[in-house]
T-cell receptor, first 112, second 117 residues
């Protein structure tokens, strides 16, 4: 069945460091891929998405490219800020049920 | 900006008791979902709801669970007889449509933390 695997956290970085959170997926067909972010005390917010191979989703300085050949959708940001501290979830939409399938989440802490 | 709201933010209950978790989806959305996240584990799909009936449900969504849209705005999840293992964060989500090609975005509420003692 469809599944998402993302790197285990927590990830701790200094402000202005480069961020990569790895995400790989297993799916039949060509699912849409998403990154959601959960700030402390808040719900899941869509950060970015990509709907087909080689698409790049971007938002708030974050980017992720849909790589069909490596079945990956890694999240990157060139210079993180303290305000980026949150839990990041990779997800795919492509299940027959119309639901999202999530990875376990990666907690990011950015220190000043 | 429209948002999904959920109440209560935290619910504590005794094992065997019934609980109702409430959600107000975004007003023009047509599809509604419940997910849950047990502490330290993945966010898991429970059920989707469209046109006043369940569209799909996961194996987690057994006879102890039910959903309802009692009026034009609320969407509820009921657990009839809670178990210790029902302790989790429950998220409601809504979307405008499922296009069939996976391009629709689900908007999530802040979650209800359910603690079963």
């Amino acid at each position: 069945g469809n599944s998402v695997t993302q790197m285990e956290g927590p990830v701790t970085l200094s402000e202005e460091a480069f961020l990569t959170i790895n995400c790989t997926y297993t799916a039949t067909g060509y699912p849409s891929l998403f990154w959601y972010v959960q700030y402390p005390g808040e719900g899941l917010q869509l950060l970015l998405k990509a709907t087909k191979a080689d698409d790049k989703g971007s938002n708030k300085g974050f980017e992720a490219t849909y790589r069909k050949e490596t079945t990956s959708f890694h999240l990157e940001k060139g210079s993180v800020q303290v305000s980026d501290s949150a839990v990041y979830f990779c997800a795919l939409w492509g299940g027959s049920q119309g639901n999202l399938i999530f990875g376990k989440g990666t907690k990011l802490s950015v220190k000043p | 900006e429209p948002e999904v709201t959920q109440t209560p933010s935290h619910q504590v209950t005794q094992m065997g008791q019934e609980v109702i978790l409430r959600c107000v989806p975004i007003s023009n959305h047509l599809y509604f979902y419940w997910y849950r996240q047990i502490l330290g584990q993945k966010v898991e799909f429970l059920v989707s709801f469209y046109n006043n009936e369940i569209s799909e449900k996961s194996e987690i969504f057994d006879d102890q669970f039910s959903v309802e849209r009692p009026d034009g705005s609320n969407f509820t999840l009921k657990i009839r007889s809670t178990k210790l293992e029902d302790s989790a964060m429950y998220f409601c989500a809504s979307s405008a449509s499922t296009s069939g090609i996976g391009t629709d975005t689900q908007y999530f509420g802040p979650g209800t933390r359910l603690t079963v003692l």
